[in-house]
């Protein structure tokens, strides 16, 4: 009888090496019951605030860990994950999400920083400037290809000399590429401008989010009201200092 090498051997259930004792078992299963952490995959739109919550230090979405106690009973806080070369892990631990957490962040919300508001008056002059610009841009475009169009004609007329027609031709090619370079680069910014709301836009944005905050049950209800307004909230510690925005 000839035995199989061990790395070519077929395990089934039951008959490969016991990685855990069951005490060991029992006592990870208590930690995870006790201290979840949601894999990524299943937490978008378990908590109001999934998949808006960055770490300010490495800019990674930060995680959810679901958590229990007497005094608070069930609640949630998030954390970031970056793990340094030593294996400690960065520092940024979220505070309990709590009903005053909520409700700081409901008033934070409807209560625009005026300094934002003129910030967003500003953008929408300067995409009208943008726009002033593009039209003056396409104008000339278009009076230097007729030029370089004007420039064959005379040429093949026999009215200026084939000297004349290369020095010429050597110039208006370049200008017309400068010219396509800055309103390609010009209509990237235009479109960028465009797509920022406007004030009257944030105002309206703000009531459909009480409107639908009023009558949020779910996290997800919560989490689809606060992406009316909320693209993303950044999140410092600095020892008991903390800083979202």
């Known amino acids: 009888m000839e035995l199989v090498p061990e790395e070519e051997r077929i395990k089934v259930m039951g008959t490969h090496e016991k990685l855990k004792t069951r005490e060991e078992h029992e006592v990870i299963m208590e930690w995870l019951l006790k201290n979840r952490i949601l894999n990524p995959n299943s937490r978008r739109n378990i908590f109001p605030l999934s998949g808006l919550r960055y770490c300010k230090k490495y800019g990674l979405h930060m995680r959810f860990r679901v958590g229990e106690n007497k005094k608070q009973g069930q609640h949630w806080s998030a954390f970031c994950y970056h793990q340094y070369k030593d294996g400690s892990k960065c520092e940024q631990r979220g505070k309990v999400m709590d009903a005053d957490f909520?409700?700081?962040?409901?008033?934070?919300?409807?209560?625009?920083?005026?300094n934002i508001l003129r910030e967003i008056e500003m953008h929408g002059g300067r995409y009208n400037d943008t726009q002033v610009i593009i039209e003056v841009k396409e104008q000339e475009l278009k009076k230097q290809k007729r030029a370089l169009d004007k420039l064959h004609e005379t040429y093949e007329e026999d009215i200026i000399t084939k000297q004349v027609f290369l020095e010429r031709k050597a110039v208006r090619p370049r200008q017309i590429q400068k010219l396509e370079e800055e309103l390609k680069d010009l209509r990237k910014v235009a479109v960028d401008e465009r797509n920022y709301p406007t004030v009257e836009q944030i105002y309206e944005r703000i009531g459909e989010f009480r409107e639908l905050w009023s009558v949020a049950v779910t996290?997800?209800?919560?989490?689809?009201?606060?992406?009316?307004?909320?693209?993303?909230?950044?999140?410092?510690?600095?020892?008991?200092r903390v800083a979202s925005y």
């Open 102 to 114: 909520f409700n700081a962040l409901y008033d934070r919300i409807i209560h625009v920083d005026p």
């Open 219 to 240: 996290s997800e209800e919560k989490n689809r009201a606060l992406k009316k307004l909320v693209e993303r909230i950044v999140y410092n510690r600095e020892g008991n």
